[in-house]
């Protein structure tokens, strides 16, 4: 249920929680205001997942790691084996980071 343009939130709601049921909805809300994740949850919106930080980072490191792959072999025309075993680890990586966002240790 989406708001139309120009509508105004003029009602309130209010929740009372203890200190650890706040944390953990903190912890959990998927957008930066605690209210915009509640409200969308609420109301059974689906609301987009966050990317967790640091999974952006590893896999930006790995395809800036492809990228070197890329440029040296359309450079040389060539894969030599040091080339191939650097494909081999950065796929390595890359499953073990997807198995961990996943929350599973099982390669796939």
Do not use: F
């Amino acid at each position: 249920m989406p708001i139309i343009k120009g509508e105004k939130r003029e009602q309130s709601i209010k929740i009372r929680v203890t200190q650890k049921e706040k944390d953990r909805l903190i912890e959990l809300k998927t957008q930066d205001e605690l209210a915009s994740w509640m409200r969308e949850l609420a109301l059974k919106q689906n609301p987009i997942k966050r990317a967790d930080p640091n999974l952006v980072r590893a896999i930006g490191r790995i395809g800036s790691n492809l990228n070197q792959i890329a440029k040296h072999a359309n450079t040389t025309k060539e894969l030599d084996a040091n080339t191939l075993a650097a494909i081999n680890r950065i796929e390595t990586l890359l499953i073990k980071v997807i198995n961990q966002y996943k929350g599973d240790n099982d390669a796939c």
